[in-house]
């Protein structure tokens, strides 16, 4: 049948040069564009979603970490505080008298943690005479600071609210608060229900 343009039975079609037509994709084209795919609405995904809650997982892990330090406070039978400042929070423990911070550089929980960028904090303590405000005149490095919430040996803590919020974002804030009985949940503005 030669002339015709039709394939006989039983052959393939053959291009002019001897070798089969292809047809369509071959299976691994389809999956490295379904891969490139899922890779790019991942990236997508995280960096849409990332920012939008980053308030309250600041939130939710500064009350994971207070609960940890109370712990082990406890434990220990150590005090220690909370210094607050515009760019994060630090851990510091009662020692001969003196608050020391560097007691916690080697503690991946309780070591210095900053805050991603245009996140701000507001802090109220009650029951600390002359209790300050993070950023108000504070040297933040220096190891005598005296911290902004208490947290001691007998389970208890200083009475506090802290406000975890980004100015620029149009969200509600998150709060994270702590009573004396040692008890600390967070929640979001406006959230008639506690979190914990």
Do not use: C, K
Not at 103 to 132: K, M
Not at 160 to 179: C, K, Q
């Amino acid at each position: 049948m030669p002339g015709t343009g039709m394939t006989p039975p039983g052959r393939s079609a053959r291009s002019q040069w001897g070798t089969p037509q292809q047809h369509g994709f071959t299976l691994i084209e389809i999956l490295v564009v379904i891969v490139l795919i899922g890779i790019i609405t991942s990236m997508a995904v995280i960096n849409i979603g990332g920012q939008d809650d980053t308030e309250e997982r600041e939130a939710r892990r500064l009350a994971a970490v207070l609960e940890t330090a109370s712990r082990e406070a406890v434990i220990e039978a150590r005090e220690l505080g909370l210094i607050l400042s515009d760019e994060g929070y630090r851990f510091t423990r009662l020692e001969q008298g003196e608050w020391r911070s560097d007691a916690f550089s080697q503690d991946r929980a309780l070591r210095r943690h900053a805050f991603p960028e245009g996140v701000r904090l507001e802090v109220s303590t009650e029951g600390l005479p002359g209790s300050r405000e993070p950023g108000a005149g504070n040297d933040d490095d220096d190891d005598n600071g005296r911290p902004h919430v208490l947290i001691l040996s007998s389970g208890e803590l200083t009475p506090f609210e802290i406000e975890i919020r980004r100015p620029a974002s149009r969200r509600a804030s998150w709060f994270v608060t702590g009573d004396l009985d040692g008890s600390i949940t967070f929640f979001e503005e406006g959230d008639g229900d506690d979190e914990e």
